[in-house]
Every structure is written in C-alpha cells, then in structure tokens.
C-alpha cells in the first residue's frame, strides 16, 4: 500500500512563496512518476505539475509555468512544489500523486488523472 502524505500548505498574501512536501512511503519511490494536482471550490481538480521517476523531465501547466518548480529528493522519498509569485487564484487543496506503473511517462498525468495513488491534501490560501 502506498501512502503519500503532503505538508507545507499554509496561508499567504499575494506574491508569496510556498514549499509544498510530498513524502512517500510503501514501495520503491524511485522508479515511479510523480505529480502535483490542485482543487479548487466548486471546480475540478486540475493538473499542476508533474516529473519523471528519474527527474529527468517536467511538465508544467501554463499557468503555473515560471512560477512554480517540482523536484524530487529520491534518496528521502519526498517531491516538492516550491510556488513562487502566488495569486489567489492559485488557492485550493493541493493533491500529490504517483503513478501505480513503474517507469511510467510522466507526460501522462498531463492528460489523465487515471491510474494514480493520492494523498490526501494540503490547503493553500493566497490572500489578495
């Protein structure tokens, strides 16, 4: 069973930084893709961020392209989202995600929120 447990939300003005944490634990962290994703009221969970097993490749949405930036410490089986520039449109729960195949494409979270483990959230408020 994979747990993925995020930390780092929190409340801040507008133009702030956060440093989401996701920490993983269960199975091999290394070998598998993984995400951010973001809900906010009354929408949709929406894509964020994504990055290869490896690290090698990242996905941006548009709107968080240049302002936010995934990595991933393999060796401490924890991914973050540092978020720089924050709007208030960036509030929601913001969600973690691994793909359950090894080697995965993390290009496939850009599409679909298929085929995912999840944690279980941490807020993000950004006041204007």
């Known amino acids: 069973q994979v747990q993925l447990v995020e930390s780092g939300g929190g409340l801040v003005q507008a133009g702030g930084s956060l440093r989401l ?3 993983a634990s269960g199975r ?6 993984m995400g951010w994703f973001r809900q906010a ?3 949709e969970r929406e ?7 490896s690290g090698g490749n ?3 949405a548009s709107s968080e392209k240049g302002r936010f930036t995934i990595s991933r410490d393999n060796a401490k089986n924890t991914m973050y ?14 969600y973690c995600a691994a793909d359950r195949s090894m080697y995965g494409s993390s290009y496939r979270m850009t599409q679909t929120q298929d ?14």
């Open 21 to 23: 944490s996701c920490a």
């Open 28 to 33: 091999t962290f290394s070998v598998y893709s």
């Open 41 to 43: 009221p009354g929408k």
């Open 47 to 53: 894509f964020v961020a994504t990055i290869t097993w």
């Open 58 to 60: 990242k996905y941006y």
């Open 81 to 94: 989202l540092e978020m720089n520039s924050l709007k208030p449109e960036d509030t929601a729960v913001y």
């Open 115 to 128: 085929d995912l483990y999840w944690g279980q959230g941490t807020q993000v408020t950004v006041s204007s």
